[in-house]
């Protein structure tokens, strides 16, 4: 069965320091093209997560600056964690719960990446896509 720590194996774990700015985050987040990043404070804890869906909301709509805002006045807080041994399933489950397209991931609660929605998604249709190609070739025989 495959566990979130085989979704991520090959990622490398993107967080900014909740001391940049707003502009930094979002610079950061266009160039890896990526929707949010987990923001670590100088000790490497987890503080939260910082989204688009933030950067529009917390400092464009409410007219503060991007360049001197630091993430940590915007960023949102975090409502759950997934663990390296849970499943997809699961942290879809704790998705749903917790209203949320984002989950910080921890190994022994240590954070080590971030799982997104769009990473459960290509999950399942690459399971989908097993499953017909198995049930295919049972048919061709």
């Known amino acids: ?22 502009l930094e985050a979002a610079k950061f987040m266009t160039n890896l093209n990526i929707g949010a990043v987990c923001v670590l404070d100088d000790e490497g804890r987890l503080r939260g997560i910082f989204s ?23 960023m949102s807080t975090i409502k759950a964690v997934i663990d390296c041994k849970s499943t997809p399933h699961a942290a879809l489950e704790l998705m749903e719960k917790h209203g949320t397209r ?6 022994d609660d240590r954070w ?13 249709l690459s399971e989908r896509g ?5 049930l295919h070739e049972y048919i061709q025989q």
């Open 112 to 124: 080590v990446g971030m799982l997104a929605m769009r990473d459960i998604m290509r999950v399942e």
């Open 52 to 74: 688009e869906r933030a950067l529009l909301r917390r400092v464009v709509v409410a007219g503060r600056d991007a360049a001197t805002t630091p993430v940590r006045d915007m």
């Open 102 to 107: 984002y989950l910080p991931i921890v190994r």
């Open 130 to 134: 097993d499953e017909l190609r198995l």
């Open 1 to 22: 069965m495959m566990t979130i720590g085989d979704v991520i194996k090959d990622r490398e774990p993107y967080f900014v320091r909740d001391s940049a700015t707003a």
